[in-house]
């Protein structure tokens, strides 16, 4: 394992210690348990809005702590689910009176931590809404399994929640936009690499070097297929074919198209992506209003992609374009 | 024939050396069919466990356990955070005030820990998890209760249960947690999550077989 840490059990408080000196004009973090919050949390009378998980896929959730976005974020430890303890400081920490909007990802683990933490702060008298995501077409079966995993939505929803608690709209308001987001995202990943957990110190699975994985999740749970390395506009196909058809969109709508990086995969290789995903998206009649492409929710150093579609009406565009000052996004202000 | 408050602190000092043992076995079962963290994670709560004994010693047995349990929810994340938390707080619930616990106290307290269990995981028996270790286990105490055996035989049958439980996830496909995903491709490995839970039953057979 190659990697640029000082020990593996170290990564996560080294990482928190370097926001604290990074940022200090956004964000705060609050040590044991930890949480990223605004720095001038609580606001009166503004929902606040949550989320965690595992670390591993900067720059969410930390990031995207800050004006117009998260008021906080737990981290937990590399791709596993943070502690209720540390949601339920994070809840205390940003509630201004209005309630809190838990949004977590479809995972075993952080549904269970939140729902405790969830449990303990409504016995502390503050209003909680969780709401789940859960947009990775990748996951066919989903009777039989935990579900369909919580990917590149996530980003998106904490962007238009955190506007629109801005806006000073009420939880259940709030928890509608999340709920939007969750009813009209879909995604669906790959990856040409594993990436290696610090504190395992090899790679997650093996993938042969000609090789890659088509719908991976973002802790390298496997995916639909395994199959020879194609060209980026094969592989853009094979992402974006199962979104499309799984998506409640017809002809004319309009979308954001989200090309996102693993962590390992370049931005020149990203634009080759979207090129094509733009193309597969106009011939399906959709029309691409608003777009973003980066690294912006990762698995560690894994080279790989996923496509995220959401289906946006006139409130959405609003939230999307609302100004936001975090460390991963930042417009408008 | 009962397990005082200092043999129930031995069994909890014994688990933290046994998970702390079997770190990377479990990690190995977690790698082949979930996230590679059991292992790491169980050690890390129940190394955590073990900076509190001093602040358990002279409490009661329910304390002790409730302790272990909201230790073990603060520090070891993931899914097996809450479930082992839930298991533990359950368990410390019902023996509240307890110096010393019966066959009863100890399969009433395991009965509460796997509903407990059921109710935050929502797993059933055969969705190859923890609770195709524990249900087996706790069987086996009530056919022990049932049939008069003394508690270190008892103890002795669970453990035995847990461990054909958690051999007889080999064959399943996973319907909870992360190694859901993987569907048929879960069968032919063993679920970490009932390993550790054999482990931890079996430590309690071990460490009360004079009990």
């Known amino acids: 394992m190659k990697k640029l840490i000082n020990k593996p059990d170290d990564v996560v408080m080294e990482e928190l210690q370097g926001i604290v000196v990074a940022h200090p004009d956004l964000v705060k973090v609050h040590f044991n348990p930890n949480f990223v919050v605004r720095a001038d949390a609580p606001i009166k009378g503004k929902v606040g809005v949550i989320s965690g998980g595992g670390s591993g896929h900067e720059p969410m959730h930390g990031g995207y702590v800050g004006y117009g976005m998260l008021d906080a974020a737990c981290p937990g430890a590399v791709f596993t689910s943070p502690t209720p303890d540390q949601m339920l400081e994070a809840t205390k920490a940003v509630n201004g009176g209005a309630g809190v909007l838990h949004i977590v990802k479809n995972y075993t683990g952080d549904i269970m931590n939140f ?20 947009d990775d077409v990748a996951v066919q079966d989903s009777l039989y399994t935990a579900g369909r995993r919580g990917v590149g939505s996530t980003v998106l929803a904490e962007k238009v929640c955190g506007a629109a608690a801005e806006q000073l709209r009420s939880l259940e308001q709030v928890a509608d936009v999340c709920r939007k987001v969750k009813a009209w995202g879909r995604s669906m990943g790959m990856a040409l690499t594993s990436c290696t957990v610090p504190h395992v110190g090899k790679p997650t699975f093996d993938l042969p070097e000609d090789e890659m994985e088509i719908g991976i999740g973002i802790h390298g749970e496997p995916g639909r297929t395994r199959m020879k390395v194609k060209s980026a506009d094969e592989i853009t196909e094979m992402l974006m074919e199962p979104i499309i058809k799984d998506l409640p969109f017809k002809h004319g709508d309009e979308v954001l198209l989200f090309v996102n990086s693993m962590g390992g995969t370049p931005p020149i290789e990203l634009y080759i992506i979207y090129r094509k995903a733009y193309e597969i998206a106009q011939k399906s009649g959709l029309k691409v209003v608003r777009n973003l492409i980066g690294p912006y929710i990762t698995s560690l150093e894994m080279a790989g992609c996923s496509i995220t579609m959401l289906k946006m009406d006139d409130d959405l565009l609003k939230l999307w374009d609302f100004p936001v000052k975090t460390v991963g996004l930042r417009w408008g202000m | 024939m009962s397990i005082n408050r200092d043999e129930a602190l031995e069994w909890i000092k014994a688990c933290v050396e046994i998970l702390g043992e079997n770190r990377d076995y479990l990690t190995q079962l977690d790698a082949a069919i979930g996230d590679a963290d059991h292992g790491a994670n169980m050690d890390r709560g129940f190394k955590a466990v073990m900076g ?12 002790i356990f409730k302790t272990v349990g909201m230790t073990l929810l603060s520090t070891v994340g993931g899914a097996g955070g809450p479930l082992y ?68 035989q008892a103890l002795k049958n669970s453990a035995e249960a847990a461990r054909e439980g958690m051999v007889g996830t080999i064959p399943l496909v996973a319907r909870k947690g992360r190694a859901s995903y993987l569907g048929e491709r879960s069968a032919g490995h063993q679920d970490p999550g009932a390993t550790s839970s054999y482990l931890i039953l079996k430590t309690a057979a071990d460490t009360w077989s004079n009990s």
């Open chain 2, 85 to 152: 938390g839930t298991f533990f707080i359950q368990a410390g619930m019902k023996t509240a005030g307890k110096m010393e616990l019966s066959l009863e106290d100890w399969t009433s307290a395991m009965d509460a820990a796997l509903s407990g269990i059921v109710m935050r995981g929502k797993a059933e028996l055969g969705d190859k998890t923890m609770v195709d270790a524990l249900t087996p286990a706790l069987n086996a105490l009530k056919q022990a209760m049932t049939d008069d055996l003394p508690l270190n």
């Open chain 1, 115 to 134: 729902e405790m933490a969830a449990d303990l702060a409504r016995a502390e008298g503050i209003e909680v809404v969780a709401i789940v995501t859960d």
């Open chain 2, 52 to 63: 509190k004994i001093p602040e358990m010693s002279d409490k009661d047995i329910g304390t």
